[in-house]
């Protein structure tokens, strides 16, 4: 009976592997940065990166490594115990205060990820009266966290307005009472922007509330980097925003709820992977305010990635490869035969540009692609470098 157990593991395993949708992870020895060294057929090898969540380029940013080093000499390693117990630092509340303070919240929460905090936000907040509209593309935590709550669930095609409006009236018509609209800022896999005007209006029509998860935008999109709402100019409209240290805002660990005072308490006193989990290290909060002091002066670091950005799209698309739409520093070069597009992402690695392919089950049949993510830190000279590669690769493959 044990045997049937491991049996059927193995076998799990073995068709991942057959349909060519293991993951293996290659082994950095480096920093994280813009070139980092990786383990590569046994040996180490320098290449550029394009596919790490570093938008800012902060991953390795010396003051942010003496700052949690500072900390960790003041305040030790751990903390060994949840916040409720004795687990609360001046540093935590400071951590909290200071994201709030930047996205425009009165208070914050922070968790062990943001996947937790997507986890553990909507069971404390909705009941069975009540209904969760949420966009179909949403990120795993979401869907997770809208799994283990009670309250009603719509879900929209992405994106579509009038999807969402006709989840709103089959949501009024079987009586909610609360109606919350769920959305990612920004879509992982293809870079889009949340259409967050129009579901802020659609919202204020039909009396919902709105939740928005930014992890892929806090810190670079928006006038000064506090997200896809500002970028969208309904910063003060969205209720509740979730959000991760471990993308922009240096990189490491850890996710935040920001929403109003109550909204916050309850959630100190409700959600569950905040009060049966242990608090954050001080050395990643120390680390966290001078990232988010670096962050806030940071118009230079958003200014380099957006050029970026700009500049990678324009050559691709010159160089005859096909993008997908935008200006998010998520750039994906669409190959769409799933094969072709590992074969590219191999031969790149080759050519010292490491970029990952994707395909089933995480993007479409038929659409593969390679996502590229631009970083703040990488010179006009890497971005160059990378499009050559593209472009003897592509070419060799049969792609351009
Ligand atoms: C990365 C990501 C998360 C998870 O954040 P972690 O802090 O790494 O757990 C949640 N939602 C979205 C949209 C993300 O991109």
Redesign the pocket.
């Known amino acids: 009976m044990r045997q049937d157990f491991y049996d059927r593991i193995a076998n799990t395993i073995a068709d991942i592997r057959e349909q060519g949708l293991e993951k293996v992870e290659r082994q950095i020895t480096s920093p994280q940065g813009p070139v980092i060294e990786v383990d590569h057929k046994g040996q180490k090898r320098k290449v550029l990166n394009f596919c790490a969540n570093n938008y800012l380029g902060l991953a390795d940013h010396p003051d942010i490594v003496k700052a949690a080093q500072d900390t960790m000499n003041d305040y030790g390693f751990g903390m060994a115990s949840v916040r409720f117990i004795c687990g609360t630092t001046d540093l935590h509340r400071k951590v909290e205060q200071e994201i709030a303070d930047y996205l425009g919240y009165e208070d914050s929460i922070l968790f062990a990820?943001?996947?937790?905090a997507?986890g553990g936000v909507f069971e404390p907040l909705l009941e069975a009266e009540d209904a969760i509209i949420s966009d179909s593309l949403n990120?795993a935590?979401?869907i997770d966290g809208v799994r283990l709550c009670k309250a009603k669930r719509y879900r929209f095609a992405n994106s579509d307005m009038k999807d969402l409006r006709a989840q709103l009236e089959k949501a009024d018509l079987e009586g909610a009472r609360t109606k919350l609209i769920v959305t990612?800022g920004v879509f992982?896999m293809d870079g889009y922007i949340a259409r967050l005007k129009e579901i802020c209006a659609l919202a204020d029509e039909f009396g919902a509330l709105v939740m928005v998860?930014d992890?892929?935008a806090t810190g670079f999109m928006g006038p000064h980097g506090e997200g896809s709402p500002a970028h969208c100019g309904v910063a003060r409209r969205i209720d509740i925003l979730t959000g991760?240290?471990?993308?922009g805002l240096g990189g490491g660990?850890?996710?935040y709820i920001c929403a109003s005072k109550d909204v916050v308490h309850l959630l100190r006193n409700r959600a569950r992977p905040y009060l049966f989990s242990n608090a954050l290290t001080p050395a990643l909060l120390g680390a966290t305010l001078k990232t988010l002091e670096l962050v806030r002066e940071g118009a230079h670091l958003r200014e380099q990635l957006f050029r970026n950005a700009r500049r990678f799209r324009e050559q691709m698309t010159k160089a005859g490869f096909d993008l997908l739409p935008g200006e998010h520093p998520i750039i994906p070069i669409m190959i769409y035969d799933a094969r072709k597009a590992g074969e590219m992402a191999a031969a790149l690695m080759e050519e010292g540009v490491y970029v990952t392919a994707f395909s089933y089950p995480v993007v479409p049949k038929e659409k593969a692609r390679i996502r590229t993510q631009m970083c703040a830190a990488h010179t006009d000279e890497q971005v160059d470098e990378a499009v050559t590669a593209f472009v003897k690769v592509g070419k060799a493959i049969g792609v351009i």
Not at 113 to 116: E, G, L, T
Not at 244 to 247: D, Q, R
Request: glycine content about 16%.
């Open positions: 990820a943001c996947f937790d997507n990120h935590s979401i990612d992982s998860d992890c892929h991760t240290l471990g993308k660990m850890g996710g």
